[in-house]
């Protein structure tokens, strides 16, 4: 699995030239599934995401967390995060995981967050989605298998 978790002012999805989704303040985060992800990897991902001390506290340091300033979360998928770029000229996403266990995975993250979270939006899997944020910082960590190896 892999995120891309962006602090946001704002962030919004548009879908055909229609507004699909919005968010005030908070953190956008772009979902990669890979082949091998679960649940169980779905499950330390979003509890980490939700626990990352990112936004400022009253003295200007990145102490406090989603839940702490009230802040609202947008999950979008996105496989190109699993791009293998490494021969040629033309990525390869053998990595991302299957479609259907994909999607299933991203939806599974998103009903888990909203027991969380009181304001969650997502994009549509597999849409054609056009995504604006307005990047407060900016703040953009990525998230990736590395976060869990263990030592």
Same mark, same amino acid.
Do not use: F, P, Q
């Given at each position: 699995m892999k995120f891309v978790v962006q602090r946001v002012n704002? !962030?919004?999805v548009t879908i055909d030239g229609k507004l699909y989704s919005s968010i005030g303040q908070g953190l956008l985060v772009l979902v990669g599934v890979g082949a091998s992800d679960? /649940? #169980?990897? !779905? &499950?330390?991902? @979003?509890?980490?995401? $939700?626990? @990352? /001390?990112?936004f !400022? &506290? #009253?003295?200007?340091k990145t102490n406090l967390s989603l839940e702490d300033v009230g802040g609202q979360l947008m999950l979008v998928s996105q496989f190109t995060l699993y791009a293998n770029c490494r021969k040629g000229n033309r990525p390869s996403f053998i990595e991302a995981g299957d479609p259907q266990k994909a999607?299933? $995975?991203y939806l599974y993250l998103a009903q888990e967050a909203?027991? /969380?979270?009181p304001v969650v939006k997502t994009g549509v899997f597999g849409a054609d989605?056009?995504?604006? @944020?307005?990047?407060?910082?900016p703040f953009t960590i990525l998230m &990736?298998?590395?976060l869990f190896e263990d030592k």
């Open positions: 704002s !962030a919004s679960t /649940r #169980e990897i !779905a &499950d330390r991902y @979003l509890n980490k995401l $939700l626990h @990352l /001390r990112i !400022a &506290d #009253e003295n200007g999607e299933e $995975l909203k027991k /969380r979270v989605m056009k995504v604006n @944020l307005e990047n407060d910082g &990736d298998e590395r």
